[in-house]
Structures are given as C-alpha cells and as structure tokens.
C-alpha cells in the first residue's frame, strides 16, 4: 500500500481518478486498509462503511466531472449519513440509523466524494477532548497519550494519521479548531449561516459546519462546495463575491492585524503558545502587514453561565431527542455524568432564560465586531495549553462539572467567535519542541471568509506546514 497516497490533496486525487491514472476503488481500498491498520491505536472512527464505499467507488468512472469524484471522506457522528449508525456519541441512541442524508452531507456526495465511515466524538460533543465513554478515546497520532482535541477529535486524527485526506468537523466552541490545533491541521469556522444545518435545524445561534485538512487551498475549496442557502434556512450568510478558492488563492494585501493573548475567561497561558503568537506576529510583519497588540474587547467580561445556558440547551435536546427516538424517556444509565448535569441544570430553567441569554450574547457579539472596523485579522492562541492527556478531562468523574470548568482553561480562545458568528481558523503554523503541532487562531470579519483563507494560504506559503507526519504517518 502506498502510504503516501492519502497525504496528498483532495483535488489532486480526484485529478487522478478524473484522468483514468488512478481508480476511485483503488483510493478507497487504500484508506480502508489504513484504517484497518490504524484504527486498533488511534479509535477515530466509530462506525466503518467498507462494503457501501466500494460500491460507491465502483460508481465513479474515469472521466467524472464532479470536483471530488471518487476521493474518500470521514463524516462526524454529528451528521445524519443515510443507513449508517447516528449516535452523537451517547447511548441514548441506541442504534438508531437514520433514512436520510444531512445536507451537508448530500453536498459531499453531489461533490463525488465517498463516505467511509463515522468519526469519533465526545458525547453529543461537549467536551474539547474525544472520550466519549460509548466508544472510548481517539487519540492523538502525534502523541497517543495525548488527545486530538474535540468534538471533531476522531476526523482529526483520521486526517493526521492519514486514513483519509480530510474530513467533516462541526463546530459550537471551537470544535473543528481545537482538534486542529492539537493535530496539526487547517481548521476553519466558518460563519453563522454560511452553511445549513439542516433538515433538522433552520439555522444554528452556535455550530457550523466545515471541515479538517492538511491545506488552506482544501478548505477553500471545501467551503465552496459546502456553501450556500437551502430551502427552509431561516438565516444565511452572504454569497460570496466570488469562489473561496479564488480570493484564498490571491494574494491578501497589506492587512491590519491585531494580535491580542487575552482569553475571553480566565485562563493561564503556555508561555510556548504565547510564544507562538509572537512569533506569527513577527513572521506577519515579515509579509507587510501593519501588526499591533489590541485590547480585547471581551476582557473582563463574565458570559460562562450565560454561553453555559446557550450552550447547553442543545445538548439537552439531543438526549431528549436521543431517548424518543429509542422509545424511552431520558435518564442518567443512558448518558455520561456531565450530560445529566446539564440536562439537569437546564430542566431547571424556562424558556425565557433562554431567549435573554440569547439576546444577551446577541448585544455583547456586537460590541466584539466593532473590534473589526479598525482591524481586518485579530490574531489569538489557539490553544492555551499543549494537548492534554487521556483522561485528564473527564465526564464520567464525580464532579463532571468541574472537568467541564477545566475544559475551558484548555480551550478559553474559540468559543467567543461562535458567539459572534465570524470566521475563525486554527492554522498549525508552527512545531513545539515536545514534538506536537503548535498553532494560532485567526479570527476575520463577518462574512469574510474570503480574506481570511487568503491571509491563512500566504501564512502557509511562508511557513510550509503540510508534509509534516506524525509517527503513525510515516514521512516519505
């Protein structure tokens, strides 16, 4: 097998199938066979569609026009795939298979692309680390003892090891970015509305879409396909003025960047991330931008029990919607200890709780934007603290709460740009000296995804990131 074949770009794969040099069976067969290999260490999938994606395979003939055809893709378990298990990564779904596609999944078939299989993630992706009890921990191909990051941990570690050449993430605070940085990956959220979440939701106050890949020009690529109104959305971002490929692939200008390392809560930093935002301040001077330390706007402010609420809502639903869907009604031996706690805690709050944390965070968004008449980029850690181990956050301990309070020191710089909506990208621009990715965050105006991956793709030219392997990802 050549286990370099799935390092390479997505385009360039469906490239080679399109002109007839490489079979789609071939390239699905190699991932297969690496996930067999793999998997055993890493846990990144949760269910593997062997027998559906060949046939899928076996569908895309040479000559096939769709600008993914036959390139295999991992989706997470937090999108309906049609005859594969939906679980959320709770037992409150049984095992519960749903009989249609998410949208954003039927515009990745549409695209050519094959679905192999299911990616792990913590219980209905709480946590910033993928451990959920149903399945067990994925883990870190750059560190087996350390996490990949979450929700989307098990698609970051598919990519990193090289199972697949990317893959669908989701994101409610930071959970395509966090994992991103932790396995040294492009990740972007992108912004509110810019991608449906439906059938099952008109639109989504915190979570998009997107996806984990090795290279800014994918991701671009990926959102244009992505992209885009479906009937019954109720809100929607903008039409770009031109494909996201496109504007990533020009050069962005000389840009106003604003660099801030204060956390939207409390939390130490690292001194190696704030190390690295410096250093990605300097290398951004290098390239002609007018770079600058900023106050952050969010400074001092104390949202935690209000984005909880928000937050946490969601999370109730799906346990509630979980247990009708297995004809039982919820309870405690059917989901994690920190999943109760805030079924719990919002069972004992009403529906204008709700709608004032709502607008609440609504009004507080737009004192944060403002930020951006000055700035076109504010820059931040991704991270505050290096991966952490296995089993260092837990949501089976006996005070869930807690280990949901220690998941924010981990994470505190991603979820303020859920609140806003804007794009955001984690970019693993630089290596630590502990042998693990170390990256910084991005964060465009609203709607700007455009200029954002231009800057992110400039970053990438100057300081190559994606021909670097973990050690379950042999380099050539």
């Known amino acids: 097998m050549d286990t370099e074949l799935l390092f390479r770009p997505a385009g360039e794969l469906a490239a080679l199938v ?21 998997q055993p260490e890493l846990n990144a999938f949760v269910h593997v569609d062997a027998e559906g994606a060949l046939a899928a395979a076996d569908s895309v003939a040479a000559g096939d026009e769709r600008p993914f055809a036959g390139v295999p893709i991992a989706v997470k378990d937090t999108a309906a795939v049609a005859g594969m298990p939906y679980t959320l990564g709770s037992d409150a779904f049984g095992d519960f298979v749903p009989a249609h596609d998410a949208f954003v999944v039927r515009r990745l078939r549409e695209a050519g692309f094959v679905i192999v299989g299911k990616t792990n993630l913590p219980e ?12 067990g921990p994925a883990r870190n191909p750059w560190d087996t003892e350390r996490t990949p990051g979450g929700s989307s941990g098990g698609a970051a570690a598919a990519v990193a090891s090289g199972m697949v050449p990317l893959a669908h993430g989701s994101d409610g605070g930071g959970s395509i970015r966090i994992p ?20 099952e939701q008109a639109d989504d106050f915190l979570v998009q879409d997107g996806v984990l890949t090795r290279t800014v020009a994918e991701t671009a690529a990926l959102l244009d396909v992505l992209a885009g109104y479906e009937p019954g959305d109720a809100t929607w971002a903008p039409a770009p003025a031109e494909p996201f ?18 956390a939207a809560i409390d939390a130490p930093l690292d001194p190696v991330c704030e190390q690295a935002v410096r250093d990605a301040a300097e290398l951004l001077g290098s390239l002609g931008h007018a770079v600058e330390d900023v106050e952050a706007p969010w400074a001092g402010q104390s949202l935690l029990e209000v984005f909880t609420l928000v937050f946490g809502t969601p999370i109730a639903m799906g346990l509630f919607f979980g247990a009708q869907l297995t ?35 609504g009004a507080f968004s737009r004192s944060i934007v403002a930020l951006w008449n000055d700035y076109d980029v504010v820059m931040t850690p991704a991270l505050a603290q290096r991966p952490v181990r296995i089993g260092e956050i837990d949501s089976c301990s006996e005070e869930p709460w ?39 965050q991005l964060a465009g105006k609203p709607a700007g995804e ?18 670097r392997r973990p050690e379950r990802a042999p380099a050539p």
């Open 124 to 135: 209905f992706g709480i946590l910033p680390v993928t451990e959920p009890r149903r399945f």
């Open 18 to 38: 399109r002109g007839g040099e490489l079979s789609s069976r071939e390239l699905v067969e190699a991932s297969l066979a690496r996930i067999e290999a793999l």
């Open 180 to 199: 991103a940085a932790c396995c040294g990956l492009v990740g972007l959220k992108p912004s509110r509305g810019r991608i449906s979440r439906g059938p």
């Open 327 to 361: 004809g039982r009604e919820p309870a405690a031996e059917l989901v994690e200890p920190l999943s109760w706690t805030i079924w719990n805690g919002i069972r004992e709050r009403n529906a204008l709780d709700y709608l004032l944390a709502r607008t609440q965070l």
């Open 245 to 262: 490929a496109t504007t990533a692939a020009r050069e962005p200008g000389r840009l106003r960047i604003g660099v801030t390392t204060t």
């Open 402 to 440: 807690e280990d949901f309070r220690r998941s924010g020191q981990f994470t505190p710089y991603t979820a303020i740009f859920n609140v806003t909506g804007q794009p955001a990208v984690s970019l693993p621009v630089f290596h630590g000296e502990d042998g693990l990715p170390l990256g910084v």
């Open 450 to 467: 455009g200029e954002l991956l231009a800057l992110a793709a400039q970053l990438e030219a100057a300081r190559p990131w994606a021909q």
